[in-house]
């Protein structure tokens, strides 16, 4: 079983819409992170969580928004979504005192 | 600024030709330098971390050295199934992770 799951793994939809992204751990890490990729660009950070309570905004912020559910549970939310917001989106994880993250299988979205 | 720069964006080689791929950085302090690797539609794939200058890694064909200002990945005599983008990131003291754009190599059998 993958230690880092993301749901849905491929989406469409269109601008204007409300979506969800969620990922799950199972490797018992405190932190996790949301970051998008574009083509010819490196990883962007979006969020991240160091523990439940704990939520901060990383370089991309703007027209995104998180929720941290459980130690295990991470969300990304769209709150309407543009075509420019089309990427690929990864959760990853971590736990102290290591920075090594760990990488879900990604989230193609596509707004149309 | 922290920054991360990849070098050469796509690199073909032939099965058993060695090379290197670059990563270079700017940090104000460094934390660690980590190397991943990504296939097609998949998440990235934890490799190394680096934490200080001299400090080398080895995985298979791959050894990951680190100076003051760059990294190297080292692929000795590739097969077709190293074929894949290899990421650069590193962990400033005072900031989060900051990834390059990746080098994507092709080995042709």
């Known amino acids: 079983d993958a230690d880092v799951t993301q749901t849905p793994r491929n989406r469409i939809t269109k601008t204007g819409k409300r979506i969800m992204l969620e990922c799950s751990q199972t490797?018992?890490?405190?932190?996790m992170y949301w970051y998008r990729q574009d083509p010819g660009l490196g990883l962007q950070l979006i969020y991240y969580s160091f523990d439940v309570k704990d939520i901060n905004k990383g370089e991309i912020s703007d027209g995104y928004s998180v929720s941290r559910q459980a130690q295990a549970k991470f969300s990304l939310s769209l709150e309407s979504a543009i075509p420019n917001q089309t990427a690929l989106y990864f959760c990853?994880?971590?736990?102290?005192?290591?920075?090594?993250?760990?990488f879900g299988p990604g989230t193609r979205l596509t707004v149309l | 600024e922290d920054q991360v720069t990849q070098s050469p964006e796509a690199l073909r080689l032939q099965e058993g030709e060695s090379s290197s791929l670059n990563c270079s950085y700017t940090v104000s302090g460094l934390r660690g330098l980590f190397w991943y690797r990504q296939d097609p539609g998949k998440g990235p794939e934890f490799l190394f971390t680096l934490y200080s200058a001299g400090e080398e890694k080895e995985k298979e064909r791959l050894k990951a050295t680190l100076t003051k200002k760059e990294s190297f990945l080292h692929i000795t005599a590739p097969k077709p199934e190293d074929s894949a983008t290899y990421l650069c990131a590193v962990r400033p003291v005072n900031n989060d992770m900051r990834f390059g754009a990746g080098t994507r190599l092709t080995v042709k059998p």
């Open positions: 490797k018992g890490h405190d932190r």
């Open positions: 990853a994880t971590s736990h102290p005192p290591s920075d090594t993250q760990y």
